[in-house]
């Protein structure tokens, strides 16, 4: 049975901490420029050779390989000058308690240089990753900068969250239930009477669990994604495994997209892998769909045929097959159980969908699916 | 200044006028089978060619156009199996209480005709359309036939609502708000305490608008459609004017797009004529952002430019220009307000996007951009 464990983690979120590093960051710099000296910052290096697999944590991590901006180098002098102006807005922001979405940045920010018809920003894509430059650098999140990323997902279960002055229980809210802000930070957990956590892709699948009352009777919080997994909610998991011991499992399309849903909520991506250790949750396990659910519950009829060009036909591999040979190699997919269901996967050329039990019954997924599969503890790794 | 209305429709969903319309069709047809006649739909047209712009009640209407399906017909032999199918379908969810995504409705009925190897559907692309079939032939939402659409929104503000046994006020939920079901028939308004709704297209502005306050201050109802508006947040907003009397204000960014969001709230679209009725809400206004919006308020600098080629160049029109010409020919565009915002955008070239108030300040939508609008009723038809 699944049981919550022991907190791995507490409440952490403390706004004077990131106010410190921006502080600090701007002393530096003043410290430098007064010296006469050329000042710089030292950023750790983005892109696929600074990162690695931590075997031991098992998440996605970021090398200690750094580059240096120069405040004096015609190369680097813009994005010096975007980097204070991104880190000056932050320390708005926290010190006001304010949030802004990370286009609100941007057009907070964008202004002609007195002077020059030289523009500080042209476009999102030039601060976003200046964003992400002060991520890495000062080792604190987007959110704990107070910058926002989109909200999708939401929450449905006996749990009771306190958010400012307001404190609510998300099993209360009729068949809607809470929609999961971009930025979780700030909430706090004030009473966990669930057992775990199950993380949901579609929104249909989650409203059909609602419906059939899974959660009361199962005692499970369900988090629906609706899609990937947006930062919220992979913070949120997060916060659930290690502060209140939560158990998760993840419940997808059997499909190269849902087991990258998956693959994120666990590990993170590559692109964030500074990001892993406070948004991935490697202990997260997966329930379904899996390419032997398919045999097991007679689903043969319900299944779809894979995207694209096999790898042994010509042109090949491409599509649905191309991820799936991709997935084969992420580190965490290689054991023998996620290897067996991709290589199925490969062979068969199908797909099956979590709607396609209501081929069985609606309430199918609800009152044997999930409750066995759990209950006998079939879960991937 | 803005005020509720007195409501001018009642809480009407009954599941028993459902399923007195189903057994009615069901008959019908048992008679026909019994008398040894060739039994028979009568099903309103889909197409163009079968909707109508009424400009007393000023919404989409379906014409009186119909097109018979018969059993005794090969054309037609297996759209009406399918047809009778899903009416047995939908017959059993209603009786039941119980609700099914699209996709579960066709995954349920899809199988193997005994003795055949005929499939009951192929695709979800066979389904679908048999339900829109229903709604036209029997004049219900498919919500009232317990089929559920994609769900995407939340709401944030001073009112209480009842679903179920539960019972809550979407201001209490902190930052989150509550996240809209993909059904809202069965949903009852307890107490309303704000004087407007104010619908938005992006979830960062509606999450401004929150953090600022806004929806406390000025006595509003935030209703965020995140992109295009959810069949559940049409039909929300529609009961909210006409049983609650609610004004409503849309807000949206500057673009065909946003336009477009705001067009479908107003009149429902042009392939669901039939449900104009009950999704759409023409009376209700639009606040920005507009062109005009761009020179009042000195936002020039971030405008962004419109994309495609314009009218008067080579190959074109295309992309956005031709979007904005498509919407100058929209009925409900045909007026002096909105040709002049239309024609200017065609004429500058531009764009501008709600966030891009956030260059005047975080509060200035809220606390001058949104208030000053609204009190001067600077609103589009």
Same mark, same amino acid.
């Given at each position: 049975?699944?049981?919550?464990? /022991?907190?791995?983690? /507490?409440?952490?979120?403390d706004?004077?901490?990131?106010l410190?590093?921006?502080?600090?960051?701007?002393?530096? #710099?003043?410290?430098?420029?007064?010296q006469?000296?050329n000042?710089?910052?030292?950023?750790?290096? /983005?892109?696929?050779?600074?990162?690695?697999?931590?075997?031991?944590?098992?998440?996605?991590?970021?090398?200690?390989?750094?580059?240096?901006?120069?405040?004096?180098?015609?190369a680097?002098?813009?994005?010096?000058?975007?980097?204070?102006?991104?880190?000056?807005?932050v320390?708005?922001?926290?010190?006001?308690?304010?949030?802004?979405?990370?286009?609100?940045?941007?057009?907070? %920010?964008?202004?002609?240089?007195?002077?020059?018809?030289?523009?500080?920003?042209?476009?999102?894509?030039?601060?976003?990753? #200046?964003?992400?430059d002060?991520? /890495?650098?000062?080792g604190?999140?987007?959110?704990?900068?107070?910058?926002?990323?989109?909200?999708?997902?939401?929450v449905?279960?006996?749990?009771? #969250?306190?958010?400012?002055?307001?404190?609510? %229980?998300?099993?209360?809210?009729?068949?809607?239930?809470?929609?999961?802000?971009?930025?979780?930070?700030?909430?706090?957990?004030?009473?966990?009477?669930?057992?775990?956590?199950?993380?949901?892709?579609?929104?249909?699948?989650?409203?059909?669990?609602?419906?059939?009352?899974?959660?009361?009777?199962?005692?499970?919080?369900?988090?629906?994604?609706?899609g990937?997994?947006?930062?919220?909610?992979?913070?949120?998991?997060?916060?659930?495994?290690?502060?209140?011991?939560?158990?998760?499992?993840?419940?997808?399309?059997?499909?190269p997209?849902?087991?990258?849903?998956?693959?994120?909520?666990k590990?993170?991506? #590559? %692109?964030?892998?500074?990001l892993?250790?406070?948004?991935?949750t490697?202990?997260?396990k997966?329930?379904?769909?899996?390419?032997?659910d398919?045999k097991?519950?007679?689903l043969?009829?319900v299944?779809?045929?894979?995207?694209?060009?096999?790898?042994?036909?010509k042109?090949?591999?491409?599509?649905?097959?191309?991820?799936?040979i991709?997935?084969?190699?992420y580190?965490?997919?290689?054991?023998?159980?996620?290897?067996?269901?991709?290589?199925?996967?490969?062979?068969?050329?199908?797909?099956?969908?979590?709607q396609?039990?209501?081929?069985k019954s609606?309430?199918?997924?609800?009152?044997?699916?999930?409750?066995?599969?759990?209950?006998?503890?079939?879960?991937?790794?």
């Amino acid at each position: 049975m699944l049981k919550r464990e /022991r907190p791995k983690e /507490r409440f952490g979120y403390d706004p004077q901490k990131v106010l410190r590093k921006l502080e600090e960051l701007g002393r530096e #710099i003043l410290k430098e420029v007064r010296q006469g000296k050329n000042p710089y910052f030292d950023i750790p290096t /983005r892109g696929l050779n600074n990162v690695y697999f931590d075997e031991v944590k098992r998440v996605i991590r970021m090398g200690d390989k750094l580059s240096r901006r120069y405040f004096l180098n015609v190369a680097h002098a813009r994005k010096f000058m975007q980097t204070l102006l991104i880190a000056a807005y932050v320390k708005r922001l926290v010190s006001e308690g304010k949030h802004a979405s990370l286009r609100e940045a941007y057009y907070a %920010n964008k202004h002609t240089i007195p002077g020059t018809k030289e523009n500080t920003f042209e476009d999102q894509s030039e601060s976003d990753p #200046i964003i992400e430059d002060l991520e /890495r650098m000062l080792g604190v999140l987007r959110e704990e900068m107070h910058l926002t990323a989109d909200r999708r997902g939401y929450v449905y279960g006996d749990i009771t #969250i306190r958010d400012g002055e307001d404190e609510f %229980n998300t099993s209360k809210l009729g068949m809607g239930g809470w929609a999961v802000p971009g930025t979780v930070e700030h909430i706090q957990f004030v009473d966990i009477n669930v057992d775990y956590a199950l993380v949901v892709e579609t929104a249909a699948m989650a409203d059909r669990l609602i419906e059939e009352k899974f959660p009361k009777k199962e005692r499970a919080l369900i988090i629906a994604t609706q899609g990937q997994a947006s930062r919220g909610v992979r913070r949120l998991i997060h916060r659930l495994h290690y502060e209140e011991g939560l158990p998760i499992i993840v419940f997808t399309d059997g499909d190269p997209y849902g087991w990258y849903i998956y693959s994120t909520i666990k590990q993170g991506s #590559i %692109n964030l892998a500074y990001l892993s250790e406070k948004l991935a949750t490697p202990e997260a396990k997966f329930v379904g769909m899996t390419m032997d659910d398919i045999k097991k519950y007679g689903l043969e009829n319900v299944t779809e045929k894979l995207k694209g060009i096999p790898p042994n036909k010509k042109g090949g591999p491409t599509g649905d097959y191309k991820r799936i040979i991709e997935e084969m190699n992420y580190p965490w997919f290689k054991n023998k159980e996620w290897q067996r269901q991709l290589k199925l996967a490969l062979e068969w050329g199908v797909r099956i969908e979590q709607q396609a039990l209501a081929n069985k019954s609606l309430e199918f997924v609800a009152k044997k699916y999930l409750p066995e599969k759990i209950a006998n503890e079939e879960l991937l790794p």
